[in-house]
């Protein structure tokens, strides 16, 4: 009896060491930015966000694809200010900090390529604690598209496109982005610092 009773509280132990796979693609893993169909990210400000009750771990699975030898993300935990990451390919734990000590409290994991250039991540799994509860992010009404040269990219700023005008207008507005941003970037299809159709060559599009 009472070794039944321990073999089923080592039954329950592992369950609770178990771990939740959130992959690419899945309706908690809430994308902004460009990502290609190799699950594969681009452009400053890029980036995911997760929430979820209960939440005390994230680990962030990344393909081949990923930059190498690391791309530079920010993370923000509940609107909390940005901490700056480096990801690799393979598996990567991210720390958490600020996350709510209530379970039943709703945390906001948000993640954004800091840099325009070298901020490939391929994206494949979001693996979180077994007994937090992911939900489905709600999106603000509000949607900003920026278009825009190395001051919206970021260029030469500590965080990258964090630290940029964009990316802090839609932080103070609540707001969802997406950036293209490129520095010497131009509106118009002329060679442009390189540039050669104003913005990027079509192959590294
Ligand atoms: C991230 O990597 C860059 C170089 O690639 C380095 O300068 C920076 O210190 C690293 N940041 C962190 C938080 O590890």
Redesign the pocket.
Known sequence: MFKNLLIYLAIACLALAQTTVIPYGSPYLFLNGRWDDTDTSWWAGTGFKLVAKNLRMMTIYLGDMTTS??A?VGVSVNYGAWQ???LTFGANAVPLAGLNSSPLSTNVIRLANEGWQNNNLQLEAVEINGDAIPEVYTPSELNFQFIGDSLSAGQYCVQGVINAWDFVTAENFKAEHSIQAQPGACLTDIDCWGNIHGTLPSSST
Do not use: E, K, Q
């Open positions: 030898p690391s530079s700056t990451v480096n």
